[in-house]
């Protein structure tokens, strides 16, 4: 299967014009992530009712139109992870990590474990993939869903260099935003991408 064709099954879609929309509201957020000088930026979901991947995938895309760099995605929970059908089958990149390496471009990768892994290997690989991607990705995006299930999402934040709230239009509620801004380390929060707003 190609990998337009599992992004599309994933929900995830590169160049349609809701995937090409999508991508445009993430260009001012992938601006400001660039000029702040963020690096390594957590997407933290609003509620569990939000997906981040679709969006995740798009300001990725956004941050290299914008800044000509390279840029990862990294798909962190290894327990849930949410889009390792991309890399089923494949080996992971070193015999230490937990996730593979799928190149949707020359300068924007996916990372994502290609099966599940423990609960407890969540924290110790997404530092590990920090460490290691830093040479190679200018930014890396780091989707932390899940973590907050497992009680981990405080330290996986604390890993970040700033952290952007990924909420849905018609679907987030003010008091899960406001209660997110309370939990969140002052200095991290970025702010909120807001997904789904219709034109």
Not at 9 to 16: C, K, M, P, V
Not at 53 to 71: P, Y
Not at 74 to 100: H, K
Request: aromatic share 4%; glycine share 10%.
């Amino acid at each position: 299967m190609s990998t337009d064709v599992t992004l599309e099954a994933l929900g995830i879609r590169i160049d349609d014009a809701d995937a090409l929309a999508l991508r445009a509201d993430c260009v001012p957020v992938a601006r400001r992530l660039v000029k702040a000088g963020k690096k390594v930026v957590g997407l933290l979901p609003a509620s569990g009712r939000v997906g981040v991947a679709a969006v995740g995938v798009q300001l990725g895309l956004a941050v290299v139109e914008v800044s000509g760099a390279t840029a990862a995605y990294v798909d962190a929970n290894v327990r849930w992870p949410g889009i390792s059908q991309l890399v089923r089958g494949n080996r992971t990149d070193d015999d230490e990590s937990l996730f593979a390496t799928r190149w949707l471009s020359e300068t924007f990768a996916l990372l994502t474990p290609p099966a599940r892994g423990d609960a407890g290997a969540g924290l110790p690989q997404l530092a590990r993939t920090i460490q290691t991607g830093g040479p190679l990705f200018t930014h890396i995006l780091v989707d932390l869903t899940g973590f907050k299930k497992l009680g981990e999402h405080l330290a996986a934040v604390e890993m970040m260099d700033a952290v952007v709230v990924v909420a849905r239009a018609g679907v987030t509620r003010e008091e899960e935003l406001l209660r997110l801004d309370q939990e969140l380390p002052p200095h991290l929060a970025l702010g909120v991408l807001l997904a789904g707003v219709r034109r």
